[in-house]
């Protein structure tokens, strides 16, 4: 009997310090996380406040710097900024864009707040496994856990664009009523609204909003996905596309309105109209 009970006794002792271990790796795992600039280009800045100075101050900064909870990011109207984390994964985060950091040690990690403007993100799987992550707007939460994603805020409005992976999206003030997206997927959340039903999307018809010079290379697992990859040239978008077609405003690469005056238009491979002048490309 009692050769029972102290075996039973040394059985939940090995129990609780696995247990215990396994919340201590957890918690290192989280704390491990950090962000930092990868790679900056055009008008931006990163404010910050701290013990010595609690009013939001912008302050210098250079490639490779660690960034830390509470920081502001603002782009301007040609600025970009690539953020890396040390997990791997990556956020571009576009012209005219605000967001905030958060606290990347707490579970599970929020990345950032998206005041306003538009981010790529991609989130990268540890040993194949999930890694979860928020990501937070006025009027969202977006739950991911290895995927890769694009969101647009304005100011009563959140869009998810999804390309790879699988994500769960709420309005923040009802928290409880998720939509699951799939890849080739989006929704838009309005203010104390449950998000829309997924609709399938033109994959690429946000590429031009992340295309970046400088940064382009560094951001290599999003730019894989951006248009004018070889991967991409000759999708339309997710199986047989959506609507025919799709929007009228991008059935021509070319643009402008001389060009479409015809609505007819010559056939795909037919001769091309002489004279027409080229336009100056679509603006996103």
Excluded: W
């Excluded at 989280?30 to 009013?55: K, Y």
């Excluded at 998810?160 to 309005?171: D, Q, R, S």
Aim: net charge positive.
């Amino acid at each position: 009997m009692v050769t029972k009970t102290l075996l039973f006794i040394g059985l939940f002792c090995v129990g609780v310090l696995s247990l215990g271990n396994r919340s201590i790796n957890s918690i290192l795992a989280q704390e491990l996380v950090s962000a930092r600039v990868l790679s900056s280009e055009g008008q931006v800045e990163i404010r910050r406040s701290s013990d010595s100075q609690p009013q939001i101050q912008k302050i210098a900064y250079k490639v490779n710097d660690e960034l830390r909870t509470g920081d502001t990011i603002i782009t301007g109207r040609s600025g970009r900024l690539v953020l890396g984390l040390s997990d791997g994964s990556q956020a571009m985060i576009a012209p005219q864009t605000t967001v905030v950091i958060k606290d990347l040690s707490q579970s599970p990690r929020t990345l950032f707040n998206v005041i306003r403007g538009k981010t790529r993100i991609h989130i990268e799987k540890l040993g194949g496994q999930p890694n979860p992550y928020r990501v937070n707007t006025p009027t969202a939460v977006i739950a991911v856990r290895g995927t890769m994603f694009d969101v647009l805020v304005e100011e009563k409005e959140t869009q998810v664009f999804l390309h790879e992976g699988e994500v769960a999206v709420t309005n923040l003030a009802l928290p409880n009523q998720p939509v699951i997206l799939s890849a080739g997927q989006m929704t838009k959340i309005l203010i104390e609204r449950l998000p829309n039903l997924p609709i399938p999307f033109k994959i690429g018809s946000n590429d031009g909003t992340f295309k970046a010079g400088r940064s382009e290379g560094l951001f290599q697992k999003i730019g894989r996905a951006v248009g004018g990859s070889n991967p991409d040239a000759g999708r339309g978008g997710p199986p047989s596309g959506g609507p025919a077609g799709g929007p009228a405003g991008n059935a021509s690469p070319n643009g402008g309105a001389k060009p479409n005056a015809d609505p007819g238009g010559p056939p795909p491979n037919g001769p091309k109209p002489n004279g027409a002048p080229k336009g100056p490309g679509k603006k996103l």
